[in-house]
């Protein structure tokens, strides 16, 4: 068995017995979660502790997830962590927004063609493979192999990659690195916006 | 009854972030407001009944040329003798007496709102146009009578904001504005006798939002 298979089946398995212990009809979990106060539900909530993922600061987090529903019902600073001591900035304060509880958080591919003032949605598949085939034919086309005075440069000066403010350290990272190797030269992101 | 809670604002402190702002909203799971980009970093650009916590910019020139850009993180001063509790007549707010904390309940729908409004200094009390209840800051009043810091107090990244037992946020006050005098003159803890949210400025409180100081 495979790491992933086993963490698969673990998940299953998980998700069995939650059920089992929870009786089959959630309906009256989410009434009761609808029903006690935050904070009642906040003082029998598992709390694990956590980094904020934007920046390098890493402040300290707290998750307190709902001993019944399984769901995290709140994130906010860890006033023990060195670094924060509890703070957070607007970014880390809304680290909330990023679970599941968003209903604002997109969960389907959504694509606007050229010219169009419209909103289509579009499988993962259709759009990897439209991000990539665009971005093949413009690298081939485009990429500069040697500069005016015949040094090695290997960019790509046509495209450029901007990134969100949602992306964490890691992410950033691995997407600078993976824009670079194509020849980008153009990498930035909006969290300063 | 002990003197009850305080929370200390020090603007001089204060780097604009708005993580309060934000970690107000989380708490109390207050949802966006629609706004519009008004060429100030404010925004939301006021109060509402789903924001009861917004970090005010102002900027502007001295009379010398010099350009100044002040933050105030403007909120419910939670008054030790509130004005807008005066025309009560049952369970619609509560005055806390352990923390001092006034709270609006659901029963404000049928309080004069106008009226709230009016006679409150600062300019806090919001009305729900749908359902006329009227919302403001609560100090965070579940989470510090469980022991926990008000919501925008924790995440502050700069200790501007401190809460704690009126007493110490008092003599913490004091302690300030001293050290700030020897660089601001004007600074000062504005209303400091008066309210459990106290803020402390470095210039003329108008400078930072009209009813800073209060009417």
Redesign the interface.
Same mark, same amino acid.
Request: proline content about 4%; glycine content about 8%; some cysteine.
């Given at each position: 068995m495979r790491r992933r298979q086993f963490l698969k089946m673990s998940c299953v398995l998980g998700a069995g017995v939650a059920l089992c212990g929870l009786g089959v009809d959630l309906v009256p979990i989410e009434a009761w979660a609808e029903e006690i106060?935050?904070?009642d539900r @906040?003082?029998s909530a598992r709390q694990t502790t956590s980094v904020c993922c934007y920046c390098s600061v890493g &402040?300290g987090l707290i998750c307190a997830t709902d001993e019944k529903t399984g769901k995290i019902i709140?994130?906010? /600073?860890d006033?023990e962590h060195p670094v $924060?001591e /509890? $703070? @957070? &900035?607007?970014k /880390?304060? /809304?680290m909330?927004?990023t679970t599941e509880a968003n209903e604002h958080r997109l969960t389907k591919v959504l694509y606007r063609a050229p010219n169009s003032d419209r909103w289509e949605e579009k499988s993962w598949d259709w759009a990897i493979d439209r991000i990539a085939r665009l971005m093949k034919e413009e690298r081939d086309k485009s990429f500069i192999t040697r500069n005016a005075a015949g040094q090695v440069v290997n960019r790509l000066e046509t495209l450029a990659h901007m990134g969100s403010s949602n992306l964490d350290n890691e992410e950033c990272w691995s997407i600078t690195a993976w824009a670079r190797s194509l020849g980008l030269v153009y990498i930035d992101h909006q969290a300063r916006v | 009854m002990a003197d009850g809670k305080s929370i200390l604002v020090d603007v001089s402190r204060c780097t604009g972030? %708005?993580?309060? =702002?934000?970690?107000c909203? =989380?708490?109390n799971?207050l949802p966006g407001t629609r706004t519009k980009q008004t060429g100030t970093y404010q925004n939301p650009p006021d109060f509402s009944h789903q924001t009861f916590k917004v970090v005010r910019f102002a900027d502007g020139k001295d009379k010398d040329g010099k350009p100044y850009w002040h933050f105030f993180s403007d909120m419910c001063r939670h008054c030790m003798n509130p004005p807008c509790l005066a025309g009560a007549q049952g369970d619609e707010m509560i005055h806390d007496e352990a923390t001092g904390a006034v709270v609006y309940t659901e029963g404000t729908s049928k309080s004069d709102f106008e009226m709230s409004l009016s006679v409150c200094p600062y300019d806090i009390p919001r009305q729900d146009p749908d359902t006329k209840v009227m919302y403001k800051c609560t100090m965070c009043f579940? %989470?510090i009578t469980?022991g926990l810091?008000p919501?925008c107090v924790?995440?502050?990244?700069?200790?501007a904001m401190v809460f704690g037992e009126r007493d110490a946020m008092l003599a913490e006050a004091r302690r300030r504005v001293d050290i700030l005098k020897k660089t601001w003159p004007k600074a000062q803890a504005l209303n400091a006798d008066d309210v459990r949210v106290i803020f402390i400025v470095t210039d003329d409180p108008l400078k930072y939002h009209k009813y800073a100081a209060g009417v």
């Amino acid at each position: 068995m495979r790491r992933r298979q086993f963490l698969k089946m673990s998940c299953v398995l998980g998700a069995g017995v939650a059920l089992c212990g929870l009786g089959v009809d959630l309906v009256p979990i989410e009434a009761w979660a609808e029903e006690i106060k935050k904070i009642d539900r @906040l003082k029998s909530a598992r709390q694990t502790t956590s980094v904020c993922c934007y920046c390098s600061v890493g &402040c300290g987090l707290i998750c307190a997830t709902d001993e019944k529903t399984g769901k995290i019902i709140n994130i906010e /600073g860890d006033p023990e962590h060195p670094v $924060s001591e /509890g $703070s @957070l &900035c607007a970014k /880390g304060a /809304g680290m909330f927004q990023t679970t599941e509880a968003n209903e604002h958080r997109l969960t389907k591919v959504l694509y606007r063609a050229p010219n169009s003032d419209r909103w289509e949605e579009k499988s993962w598949d259709w759009a990897i493979d439209r991000i990539a085939r665009l971005m093949k034919e413009e690298r081939d086309k485009s990429f500069i192999t040697r500069n005016a005075a015949g040094q090695v440069v290997n960019r790509l000066e046509t495209l450029a990659h901007m990134g969100s403010s949602n992306l964490d350290n890691e992410e950033c990272w691995s997407i600078t690195a993976w824009a670079r190797s194509l020849g980008l030269v153009y990498i930035d992101h909006q969290a300063r916006v | 009854m002990a003197d009850g809670k305080s929370i200390l604002v020090d603007v001089s402190r204060c780097t604009g972030c %708005r993580g309060c =702002q934000v970690a107000c909203k =989380q708490w109390n799971g207050l949802p966006g407001t629609r706004t519009k980009q008004t060429g100030t970093y404010q925004n939301p650009p006021d109060f509402s009944h789903q924001t009861f916590k917004v970090v005010r910019f102002a900027d502007g020139k001295d009379k010398d040329g010099k350009p100044y850009w002040h933050f105030f993180s403007d909120m419910c001063r939670h008054c030790m003798n509130p004005p807008c509790l005066a025309g009560a007549q049952g369970d619609e707010m509560i005055h806390d007496e352990a923390t001092g904390a006034v709270v609006y309940t659901e029963g404000t729908s049928k309080s004069d709102f106008e009226m709230s409004l009016s006679v409150c200094p600062y300019d806090i009390p919001r009305q729900d146009p749908d359902t006329k209840v009227m919302y403001k800051c609560t100090m965070c009043f579940d %989470r510090i009578t469980s022991g926990l810091p008000p919501a925008c107090v924790l995440s502050c990244p700069t200790g501007a904001m401190v809460f704690g037992e009126r007493d110490a946020m008092l003599a913490e006050a004091r302690r300030r504005v001293d050290i700030l005098k020897k660089t601001w003159p004007k600074a000062q803890a504005l209303n400091a006798d008066d309210v459990r949210v106290i803020f402390i400025v470095t210039d003329d409180p108008l400078k930072y939002h009209k009813y800073a100081a209060g009417v």
